[in-house]
């Protein structure tokens, strides 16, 4: 996540910041716990009823109904287990759902207050890894991993107690194997620590490719290329697989050695308890029962060492989490601009770099309420960015942006959002009906204004032709929509929400005649009385403007109407013959 951050505030991180974020879930989730606590102990008591049973059968007392009451508790026990574990994992996966709704939640509020150039900088494949894979094994962790944590701590260590008041060398003896284990986990936790990053990263990246790959399919299947062709993807493939492999090279041994360890319990016990039976310090229904506890003892041990991976994946991925938390929203003035406002807008020697790359300097320009000004320029002079820093995608490294001599840093965030309406070239579609699509601009707008609006950009005959009209969800099969039409929906949504201030990004392709007429006469509806940037590449739609501001490097070079800039004979009139030069050759 490439966005500037404060410095200094030392916060929790991990599992710690789970539960700082579940808040007053943690309630919930602590009487899990404590259920799960109850079922450990559960867990134990049939084994101890062995043992009791054991006893009972080298004592040979005779009288069965002990016997049958060893028997019954320990039902008792199995039964209490499982209505605790019920009872635990019901809370849980309360807790946890409430707790994922609440993390999502205050994550989409928190992206929605940081610099909207958030959403340019990272890949949706990263920010979809947060919101959805990162978010999703928390609930899993809640819900799930945490009763089987408790229970895999309080077996072993209930267990364990109740051994050393059985016979003391045994039950240390078992201390070697888990000694050895705790040593190799050590070393595994050492050698996993600086991989995690890595690993967040490729899966982060692996994601990004895919879904570049699945939205790319149709441009590469006209090119006849196969994944295999798609660079990017096969190499990120490749690094994850070249990952993995390292990783596993690592890990497989010492987890073989670690299995082999927990699953030779009686290696230890044996030849110790026969040393104490044959010397009599321990019984042979005691021996007995440490050599079967010796294995229940270690495989439930065994079961916590599984939740050390499972601990550092899940703290990685709420480390990212808090990554996107930390990241400050941006403040927001406190004035608010009165619907009759002026909205002239004035760019005051604007600077403003990416990172390190410089891309505007000492940008100047005034832009008149009701006026059309163009930005025009080669590809990277700066055009967009210089659009984008209006409704504040990110902040200016110096110089004022002002709405009606109001620098934009003193407007509330809200209202600064309402003043603007950006048109993009790159067209956003909901898979949802054509209204809800449509009232995106204005939710709170009647059935009649989406109409109205839909009417004057155009699109509203082609609305009609929907098997279910207005009704008609947009993402449902056999709806298929041009690049004009969508784009025709974006500009309803910019007339509707009715903003004084409008930046168009015009789009290059749907250059056919009728669309481009229809275009037009919905832009001629959309631009009437309002402040307007067309950032545009094709120069012939632009020959009105009142002004147009021509870009090179981050600067404007020019400023002036089509007909004074062409007088001048300077970059822009070097444009326009370019551009119609190549208007004639396709036009041959
Ligand atoms: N999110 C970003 N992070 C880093 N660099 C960026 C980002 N967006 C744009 N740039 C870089 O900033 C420069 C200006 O880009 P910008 O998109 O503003 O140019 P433009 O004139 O609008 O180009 P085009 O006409 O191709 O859309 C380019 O060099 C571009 O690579």
Same mark, same amino acid.
């Given at each position: 996540?490439?966005?500037?951050?404060?410095?200094?505030?030392?916060?929790?991180?991990?599992?710690?910041? /789970?539960?700082?974020?579940? !808040?007053?879930?943690?309630?919930?989730?602590?009487?899990?716990?404590?259920?799960?606590?109850?079922?450990?102990?559960?867990?134990?008591? @049939?084994?101890?009823?062995?043992?009791?049973?054991?006893?009972?059968?080298?004592?040979?007392?005779?009288?069965?109904?002990?016997?049958?009451?060893?028997?019954?508790?320990?039902?008792?026990?199995? &039964?209490?287990?499982?209505?605790?574990?019920?009872?635990?994992?019901?809370?849980?996966?309360?807790?946890?759902?409430?707790?994922?709704?609440?993390?999502?939640?205050?994550?989409? +509020?928190?992206?929605?207050?940081?610099?909207?150039?958030?959403?340019?900088?990272?890949?949706?494949?990263?920010?979809?890894?947060?919101?959805?894979?990162?978010? %999703?094994?928390?609930?899993?962790?809640?819900?799930?991993?945490?009763?089987?944590?408790?229970?895999? &701590?309080?077996? @072993?260590?209930?267990?364990?107690?109740?051994?050393?008041?059985?016979?003391?060398?045994?039950?240390?003896?078992?201390?070697?194997?888990?000694?050895?284990?705790?040593?190799?986990?050590?070393?595994?936790?050492?050698?996993?620590?600086? /991989?995690?990053?890595?690993?967040?990263?490729?899966?982060?990246?692996?994601?990004?490719? &895919?879904?570049?790959?699945?939205?790319?399919? @149709?441009?590469?299947?006209?090119?006849? /290329?196969?994944? *295999?062709?798609?660079?990017?993807?096969? *190499?990120?493939? !490749? *690094?994850?697989?070249?990952?993995?492999?390292?990783?596993?090279?690592?890990?497989? @041994?010492?987890?073989?050695?670690?299995?082999? &360890?927990?699953?030779?319990?009686?290696?230890?016990?044996?030849?110790?308890?026969?040393?104490?039976?044959?010397? $009599?310090?321990?019984?042979?229904?005691?021996?007995?029962?440490?050599?079967?506890?010796?294995?229940?003892?270690?495989?439930?041990?065994?079961?916590?060492?599984?939740?050390?991976?499972?601990?550092?994946?899940?703290?990685?991925?709420? $480390?990212?989490?808090?990554?996107?938390? $930390?990241?400050?929203?941006?403040?927001?003035?406190?004035?608010?601009?009165?619907?009759?406002?002026?909205?002239?807008?004035?760019?005051?020697?604007?600077?403003?770099?990416?990172?390190?790359?410089?891309?505007?300097?000492?940008?100047?320009?005034?832009?008149?309420?009701?006026?059309?000004?163009?930005?025009?320029?080669?590809?990277?002079?700066?055009?967009?960015?210089?659009?984008?820093?209006?409704?504040?995608?990110?902040?200016?490294?110096?110089?004022?942006?002002?709405? !009606?001599?109001?620098?934009?840093?003193?407007?509330?965030?809200?209202? /600064?959002?309402?003043?603007?309406?950006?048109?993009?070239?790159?067209?956003f579609i909901l898979g949802d009906t054509v209204y809800h699509n449509i009232s995106i601009g204005k939710t709170s707008a009647?059935k009649?204004?989406i109409?109205?609006a839909a009417?004057?950009?155009?699109?509203?005959?082609?609305i009609?032709?929907?098997?279910k009209k207005y009704d008609t969800d947009l993402s449902a099969?056999?709806?298929?929509?041009?690049?004009?039409?969508?784009?025709?929906i974006?500009?309803a949504r910019?007339?509707l929400?009715?903003?004084?201030?409008?930046?168009?990004?015009?789009?290059?392709?749907?250059?056919?005649?009728?669309?481009?007429?229809?275009?037009?006469?919905?832009?001629?509806?959309?631009?009437?009385?309002?402040?307007?940037?067309?950032?545009?590449?094709?120069?012939?739609?632009?020959?009105?403007?009142?002004?147009?501001?021509?870009?090179? %490097?981050?600067?404007?070079? +020019?400023?002036?109407?089509?007909?004074?800039?062409? +007088?001048?004979?300077?970059?822009?009139?070097?444009?326009?013959?370019?551009?119609?030069?190549?208007?004639?050759?396709?036009?041959?």
């Amino acid at each position: 996540m490439s966005q500037k951050k404060e410095s200094g505030k030392k916060s929790s991180t991990g599992i710690s910041y /789970l539960f700082s974020l579940a !808040d007053h879930n943690k309630k919930s989730l602590n009487i899990a716990i404590f259920f799960s606590v109850l079922s450990g102990l559960c867990t134990f008591v @049939p084994y101890m009823m062995v043992f009791k049973t054991i006893l009972f059968v080298f004592n040979q007392t005779g009288d069965m109904r002990i016997a049958m009451n060893y028997g019954i508790t320990a039902t008792i026990f199995i &039964i209490f287990r499982f209505i605790f574990q019920a009872i635990s994992l019901a809370l849980t996966h309360i807790g946890a759902y409430n707790t994922l709704y609440l993390v999502r939640r205050r994550i989409s +509020e928190h992206i929605g207050e940081i610099n909207l150039g958030f959403f340019t900088d990272n890949s949706s494949g990263e920010i979809k890894k947060i919101l959805v894979e990162d978010v %999703e094994r928390i609930e899993v962790f809640l819900a799930h991993q945490i009763p089987d944590i408790v229970v895999a &701590i309080v077996v @072993p260590i209930t267990v364990f107690i109740y051994l050393l008041t059985v016979s003391l060398p045994m039950a240390l003896i078992l201390l070697i194997p888990i000694t050895l284990t705790v040593i190799l986990q050590v070393i595994m936790g050492i050698i996993a620590k600086p /991989l995690m990053p890595e690993m967040s990263r490729l899966l982060g990246k692996l994601n990004s490719v &895919i879904m570049q790959l699945v939205n790319g399919m @149709p441009v590469m299947k006209t090119f006849n /290329l196969t994944a *295999d062709s798609y660079q990017n993807y096969s *190499d990120t493939i !490749d *690094d994850f697989n070249v990952f993995w492999t390292s990783v596993a090279s690592k890990f497989a @041994p010492i987890r073989g050695i670690c299995n082999v &360890i927990l699953e030779s319990g009686i290696f230890f016990t044996l030849p110790l308890g026969g040393y104490l039976y044959l010397t $009599d310090s321990l019984d042979l229904s005691s021996y007995i029962f440490f050599v079967i506890m010796s294995i229940v003892f270690l495989s439930s041990y065994s079961n916590l060492i599984n939740f050390v991976q499972i601990f550092s994946q899940i703290a990685s991925g709420i $480390d990212r989490i808090k990554e996107v938390m $930390d990241i400050p929203v941006i403040k927001s003035g406190n004035l608010t601009l009165c619907d009759t406002g002026n909205y002239d807008v004035n760019f005051n020697r604007v600077r403003f770099s990416y990172g390190k790359k410089e891309v505007l300097r000492d940008v100047s320009c005034c832009l008149k309420k009701g006026s059309l000004t163009a930005f025009v320029g080669a590809s990277g002079a700066g055009k967009t960015t210089a659009a984008q820093l209006i409704p504040r995608y990110w902040d200016l490294d110096s110089g004022t942006i002002t709405i !009606d001599g109001i620098p934009i840093y003193n407007i509330q965030n809200k209202n /600064l959002m309402d003043l603007v309406s950006f048109v993009f070239q790159e067209t956003f579609i909901l898979g949802d009906t054509v209204y809800h699509n449509i009232s995106i601009g204005k939710t709170s707008a009647s059935k009649e204004d989406i109409e109205a609006a839909a009417k004057a950009a155009q699109i509203h005959d082609f609305i009609m032709s929907l098997p279910k009209k207005y009704d008609t969800d947009l993402s449902a099969e056999g709806i298929k929509m041009s690049g004009g039409e969508k784009q025709r929906i974006c500009i309803a949504r910019a007339i509707l929400k009715n903003a004084p201030i409008i930046i168009f990004d015009e789009a290059t392709s749907f250059t056919d005649i009728e669309n481009e007429h229809k275009i037009q006469l919905a832009l001629n509806n959309l631009l009437v009385g309002k402040t307007t940037i067309m950032i545009a590449h094709r120069l012939h739609t632009i020959v009105h403007a009142d002004q147009i501001c021509v870009f090179d %490097e981050g600067e404007i070079k +020019e400023i002036g109407t089509h007909h004074t800039l062409l +007088e001048k004979g300077g970059l822009y009139s070097n444009m326009w013959q370019t551009y119609t030069s190549q208007k004639e050759v396709r036009a041959l």
